[in-house]
């Protein structure tokens, strides 16, 4: 039993440093106030145990047995119900970051998942018309998210990095993408690969608080070029087209420009 409540105690400890970290102080309080909990049952225990003299239970009223027992039974709800919202935080919910910001391409761990994915305190607030810079990352076929350069002559807001990183006020992330149509057999050295025009879910986050602002669809080129070389996460015998610059526009403008 002590080793169990050392341990309870530990886990407590670390995802409050998580927490404090993550920029999140009222979660990082609720996993103080949990991992103290075990003692001050300890305590209440005892000193309850004092008070009763003694006495068996048999030999104590109803309504004093009902009281002993409600009061432990309220403290493991407030406990169970604290650690599973800490504990979401903790898995779920994205943290701050707490490097500088140096180039666009550092905000690419705002697309990460649970304990990965940042937000970032030093980016702009999202406020008033636009343009609301982004910064654009696609997914490369190992699983990696890569920034989504512009084409020549686009304006400065729309990534890239010529954008100023603390003008940055959105991210948007693609995730791994689906299988539209096939295109064709890209033939390596010692393997043939087919190839398909991806279609990727695409999500929109504030950079500054990491908070969703929306989801779209964008599916990748039409035109069937093979990579000269490329990686592949295990267990995946595919490729995907990754979808034009003029395709993000088209798709995000609504985010950027209004």
């Given at each position: 039993m002590a080793r169990l409540m050392v341990l309870f105690?530990?886990?407590?400890?670390?995802?409050?440093?998580?927490?404090?970290?993550?920029?999140?102080a009222p979660v990082g309080l609720l996993f103080i106030v949990v991992a103290a909990?075990?003692?001050?049952?300890?305590?209440?225990?005892?000193?309850?145990?004092?008070?009763?003299?003694?006495?068996?239970?048999?030999?104590?009223?109803?309504?004093?047995?009902g009281r002993r027992t409600l009061i432990p039974r309220v403290i493991a709800l407030v406990t169970v119900v604290t650690v599973g919202y800490g504990v979401y935080w903790v898995m779920f919910e994205p943290k701050a970051n707490d490097k500088a910001l140096t180039r666009v391409s550092d905000f690419q761990t705002g697309c990460?998942?649970?304990?990965?994915?940042?937000?970032?305190?030093?980016?702009?607030?999202?406020?008033?018309?636009?343009?609301?810079?982004?910064?654009?990352?696609?997914?490369?076929?190992?699983?990696?998210?890569?920034?989504a350069y512009p084409t020549s002559g686009t304006a400065d807001y729309w990534s890239g990095n010529g954008l100023d990183p603390h003008r940055v006020q959105l991210i948007a992330c693609l995730d791994s993408p689906d299988e539209g149509e096939f295109l064709t057999d890209c033939?390596?050295?010692?393997?043939?690969?087919?190839?398909?025009?991806?279609?990727?879910?695409?999500?929109?986050?504030e950079a500054k608080t990491g908070k969703k602002v929306g989801s779209e669809q964008l599916s990748g080129s039409r035109k069937p070029d093979c990579p000269g070389m490329v990686y592949l996460k295990r267990g995946t015998d595919k490729l995907h087209t990754e979808p034009e610059f003029a395709d993000y526009q088209a798709v995000l403008r609504k985010y950027v420009d209004n």
């Open positions: 105690i530990g886990i407590a400890v670390v995802f409050s440093v998580i927490a404090f970290k993550g920029g999140n909990a075990p003692v001050l049952f300890l305590g209440y225990a005892v000193v309850n145990r004092r008070r009763a003299g003694g006495a068996t239970a048999s030999g104590q009223r109803p309504q004093q047995r990460g998942a649970g304990l990965a994915r940042k937000y970032f305190p030093q980016a702009a607030d999202r406020t008033g018309a636009g343009p609301h810079p982004i910064a654009m990352f696609t997914i490369s076929e190992s699983g990696s998210p890569n920034p033939k390596f050295t010692t393997d043939s690969i087919k190839l398909y025009r991806g279609v990727y879910d695409v999500t929109v986050y």
